[in-house]
């Protein structure tokens, strides 16, 4: 029995093998591997001692943050499985289609048997006690998955309603395997998330899973991937399917010149092992294929790499002859290399257990250890850059001298920066990226994190720049799935979990600090790491406890759920009293739902899950004055302000603010402006506070503009005709200090008060002059189908749905794929799929290889913007015109006015209901 990592030199011992099994063996190698098993075998999870004596920063080298990023239900969790199973993490593999995965541990996904939220998992490979362990200095003549290491491993869902889930994973992971099915090839969504990863700048490796089903196509997804994620795809080994077109039985692997084969039926742990020789008297065509593999794969590594090219002369040209360990070197600097557009590719049958260990070595092999990796990407003071610059000091070098020349309403973050901010950036100790939250019914809510400088301790104070608050991080964690060890501390580059903090969330930043201030020093309270800008939610449900009781016990449980996930929004109708629950998709929402309900045991129902329209006024309101002035518990309140609302287009905010503007910000697609004009704001203090002499005590600058802002954002929560929340909108505060200031009366709850009616009465003021109208969400859509249906598919979008093509390309414009809203690629040219090599497929003639067939199964791409509400229970309907084969991916593109026409038929429609 061996769980072998394969891609790795030939060993003395395990060349001499041929076509017998690897399980009859016994060298030296093997029974060393053979005892760890024997080892692991007897305990589910390994375990790490709570001295992290070795988990410091040598052993990062042997460190591997790495994500499986796919289209749904390519075989991720399937894949993992097996891995934790050959790891020796677990004993036996579990079954999606059973429910009974590690990874996906929650009952929601168990019961879907879809992955819906990310778990971190930690194991070895090859099996050992990873990083810890090992010596520190390696032989650099045998592949590094010769020895052990530690793998953390994010499992990232696949649906797109999970897209944020899948950035937020994405964001802390140093490289990525990339799962395709073989018969599907590459889908729309698999460009998505491809195009998500190349934004982090994140080092791929492909694996074209599925090849034991009818119809697989190895090559034809090799061409995929050049022409539709145009990268250049190195085929390092080729599938073997018995007899060139029989079952699927292993692979022939292109670096090592070998031939893997797998037993049908067994847990996949034994590994027949031939060498060319062998291969040539066992499946002749193979080898001869694999030969040709070889040559293209040594040919287009040196198109990129000087050295393979060097090592090519010294092997007399010889394609065959190059060692492969020089080949794993030139696949790791080229997949490194952020220019070089290479992607290793490999194959195998998750499923039936075939394939999954030498893409395991291929992990070790050519992904990036955590400092191998792009420097990650932080804001500070608005300011943006590498981490590692900022702490070497250059990036706010830079920027000082960029501000040299202030910029209006800006004023205080930029003198922030001026203040010594190299000895501000010396102060800090480490940051961390808190990328999940997950609330555990036995251990309380657990904060994943990983941590990129310096080291988290247990019971560090944690200031949240996110949340501008500190806490204590009593308990931390490393985790395997759902089991935990205790640990001291987490240094940087590695992945843990903190225990017992209150408010952190998913995609906060935590940093620890120097000095014994309750706040970092300026600008540490600014730094983010990685941040991602979230859309608007576009559907929406009302939720509501069954009795009066419950509602505390609710509240509580949305309140966790939004810190799992930040995409959830929560409001309350100030009329209805409604608590109403948005979020990016319907699926997106029942889970929610779900997790409500069975997992926090909320007693609370939720209504029908409805779109997310919104209203926009047509024109300028007049300028409306309210003056507030009532008792509340017990204590007169009195205070004003003026509001004009307007519909905007822009939302840039910088060229509104001058000397009197105490606020310029845009919040939710409406833009917020607070003046005060004569209020003569002081920002010179010593403690970076600001005053007003005209204010009265317990008031300052900086709750006056909070109390203003918070009630201008309960108004714009409910447009004054179709009560849907207000966008495009701007709303001008004006606070007069002489007539909207009344001494000690004026609270911050009075101010705010006054500018929620202030707000209220501009909005109702525009009923009596240019009126308002309803927007509605209307979507980037991207559909692949093959050409057979492109006609019907085409027509339905544009006649029966009222969207625009935009594109019918087999490209697919990578700006458009990428839901973060930023541009994923740069603007490289296009791979020409006939000069990419890949083998033959079943069924092909030989020279199909250097030809694409054009078929009725040509994949094509439409692109186009499409209403969200056309768009509801679209899988099914496309399914129905494209035979099963049709997938699309959307995105909230904007919102758009409707037309008289179609707002009288939604209104209608809602009215009396779906
Ligand atoms: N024939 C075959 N089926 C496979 C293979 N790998 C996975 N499957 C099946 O494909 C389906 C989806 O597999 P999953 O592992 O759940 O896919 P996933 O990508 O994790 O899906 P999500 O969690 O929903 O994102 C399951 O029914 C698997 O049994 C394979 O190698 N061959």
């Known amino acids: 029995m061996v769980v072998a990592p394969l891609l790795r030199l030939p060993q003395p011992g395990l060349r001499c093998m041929g076509s017998t099994l690897y399980k009859s063996q016994a060298s030296p190698m093997k029974s060393r591997i053979y005892s760890q098993i024997c080892r692991l075998g007897g305990q589910t999870a390994p375990c790490f001692s709570t001295s992290v004596s070795r988990w410091q920063t040598e052993t990062l080298d042997r460190t591997r943050n790495i994500g499986i990023i796919a289209h749904i239900d390519a075989g991720k969790t399937t894949t993992t499985e097996r891995m934790l199973f050959y790891s020796g993490f677990t004993r036996r593999i579990g079954d999606v289609d059973e429910g009974s995965t590690v990874t996906d541990f929650l009952p929601a996904e168990r019961a879907r048997g879809i992955t819906i939220q990310s778990a971190a998992i930690t194991f070895h490979w090859p099996p050992g006690d990873g990083a810890e362990s090992q010596p520190l200095e390696r032989d650099p003549s045998v592949p590094k998955s010769t020895v052990s290491h530690t793998i953390n491993l994010i499992d990232t869902p696949g649906h797109a309603d999970f897209t944020f889930e899948v950035l937020r994973s994405l964001r802390i992971l140093d490289g990525a395997v990339c799962i395709l099915d073989g018969v599907a090839g590459v889908e729309a969504q698999t460009e998505q998330v491809w195009n998500q990863a190349s934004t982090y700048k ?23 991937v050049s022409s539709r994620l145009a990268v250049y795809p190195a085929v390092c080994q080729i599938p073997w399917f018995e007899g060139g077109n029989g079952a699927f039985v292993g692979v022939a692997d292109a670096i090592n010149l070998q031939g893997l084969r797998w037993k049908e039926g067994e847990d996949g742990r034994s590994v027949k092992m031939m060498d060319l020789e062998q291969l040539d008297a066992e499946e002749s065509s193979l080898a001869q294929e694999l030969r040709r593999a070889r040559i293209a794969l040594v040919e287009l590594l040196s198109e990129q790499d000087e050295a393979i090219v060097e090592k090519f002369f010294e092997c007399d040209e010889d394609h065959l002859a190059v060692p492969p360990m020089d080949i794993i070197d030139s696949l790791r600097r080229c997949v490194l290399d952020q220019s070089s557009r290479i992607v290793p590719v490999f194959a195998g049958a998750s499923f039936r257990n075939m394939g999954v260990q030498p893409l395991m070595d291929a992990v070790v092999n050519l992904l990036p250890s955590p400092p191998e990796a792009p420097d990650p990407e932080v804001s500070i003071g608005g300011v943006k850059g590498g981490l590692r610059r900022l702490l070497s000091g250059d990036l706010i070098v830079e920027q000082n001298e960029k501000a040299s020349a202030p910029v209006k309403g800006k004023k205080k973050k930029k003198a922030a920066l001026q203040a010594d901010p190299k000895d501000a950036i010396s102060k800090l100790q480490s940051c961390a990226l808190a990328f999940k939250v997950v609330n555990d019914p036995k251990r309380g809510v657990l904060v994943y994190v990983r941590v990129y400088s310096g080291s988290l301790d247990r019971n560090s104070l944690l200031f949240n720049t996110n949340l501008h608050l500190s806490e204590r991080a009593p308990r931390l964690l490393k985790m395997y799935a759902n089991d935990a060890v205790e640990v001291d501390s987490i240094p940087a580059g590695h992945i843990g979990v903190v225990v017992g903090l209150k408010h952190a969330r998913t995609g906060d930043t935590l940093l620890s600090y120097a000095g014994n201030k309750p706040t970092p020093p300026e600008p540490l309270t600014s730094l983010q790491l990685r941040p991602i800008d979230v859309p608007p939610p576009v559907f929406f449900t009302s939720v509501e406890p069954h009795s009066l009781s419950e509602e505390k016990r609710m509240q509580e449980s949305l309140g966790l759920l939004l810190r799992e996930d930040p995409s959830l929004h929560v409001s309350v109708d100030e009329e209805s009293g409604q608590t109403l629950l948005s979020g990016m998709g319907e699926l997106h929402l029942e889970i929610a739902r779900d997790r409500l309900i069975n997992d926090h045991k909320a007693k609370a129902s939720m209504g029908r899950i409805e779109i997310g329209y919104r209203e926009s006024g047509l024109g300028t309101s007049n300028a409306i004055t309210k003056i507030f002035d009532k008792e509340v518990a017990g204590r007169r309140g009195k205070a004003g302000c003026t509001a004009i609302v307007e519909p905007i287009d822009e939302t840039d905010v910088s060229d509104l603010a001058d000397e009197d503007t105490l606020l310029a910000e845009t919040i939710e697609g409406n833009q917020i402006i607070i003046r005060a004009p004569g209020l003569q704001v002081d920002r010179s203090s010593r ?43 701007r709303v001008t505060l004006t606070l007069n200090a002489e007539e909207h200031l009344f001494g000690n009366d004026t609270t911050t709850s009075a101010l705010s008060s006054a500018a929620r009616q202030a707000t209220s009465a501009a909005l109702r003021d525009l009923l009596t002059g240019p009126g308002t109208v309803m927007m509605e969400p209307v979507m980037n859509v991207i559909i692949s189908v093959d050409e057979a249906s492109l006609g019907s598919v085409v027509h339905d979008i544009s006649s029966s749905r009222g969207g625009h093509i935009l594109s019918l390309d087999e490209e697919v414009p990578s700006s458009a794929t990428d839901a973060s809203g930023s541009p994923a690629e740069d603007n490289r040219p296009p791979i020409d799929p006939k000069r990419v090599y890949a083998p033959p497929d079943p069924f092909e003639t030989p020279s199909v290889g250097a030809e694409v067939p054009v078929s009725a199964s040509r994949p094509r791409t439409i692109t186009a913007k499409v209403p969200l509400k056309e768009m509801v229970g679209y899988l099914k309907h496309l399914r129905s015109l494209t035979a099963g084969r049709g997938t699309f991916v959307m995105s909230v593109d904007r919102f758009e006015n409707m037309s008289a026409q179609r707002q009288k038929a939604v209104l209608a429609e809602l009215r009396g209901g779906f």
Not at 210 to 221: E, H
Not at 699 to 721: E, K, M, V, Y
Request: charged share 20%; glycine share 8%; hydrophobic share 40%.
């Open 202 to 224: 994140i080092p791929r490796v492909i694996y074209v899973n599925k090849l034991d089903r009818d119809g697989a196509a190895f090559g034809r997804t090799v061409r995929e």
């Open 687 to 729: 403690n970076d506070e600001e005053t007003s002499p005209l204010l009265p005590p317990g008031l300052d600058p900086s709750s006056l503009r909070a109390a203003l802002q918070n009630g201008a954002l309960a108004a714009l929560a409910r447009g004054p005709q179709f009560t849907f929340p207000m966008h495009n909108t």
